[in-house]
């Protein structure tokens, strides 16, 4: 499963490995989704900027997506 075109997905860190990419921080994210029972691993990126925070294993939050990009990330 890719990550949505448009919407949202509640998910948990399973594990955080900052990158950069041109001088831009990024964050590569290991997660579930929270909804998910199969427990399927998902890797995304978000871009510092939509990050309130440097994620940490074991945080919950909402990733919103546009275009399958991570456009906020949002702890709950």
Do not use: C
């Not at 949202?8 to 950069?20: L, M």
């Not at 909804?35 to 990733?63: C, N, W, Y």
Request: charge should be negative; proline fraction near 5%; hydrophobic fraction near 45%.
């Amino acid at each position: 499963m890719n990550a949505p075109m448009v919407g949202s997905w509640s998910i948990e860190v399973k594990a955080v490995k900052p990158f950069t990419i041109h001088g831009d921080l990024y964050y590569e994210l290991h997660v579930v989704k929270t909804d998910d029972a199969t427990g399927s691993l998902f890797a995304i990126k978000v871009p510092q900027h939509a990050a309130d925070e440097m994620p940490q294993v074991g945080q919950r939050f909402t990733a919103s997506f546009l275009m399958g990009q991570v456009t906020q990330l949002k702890a709950i």
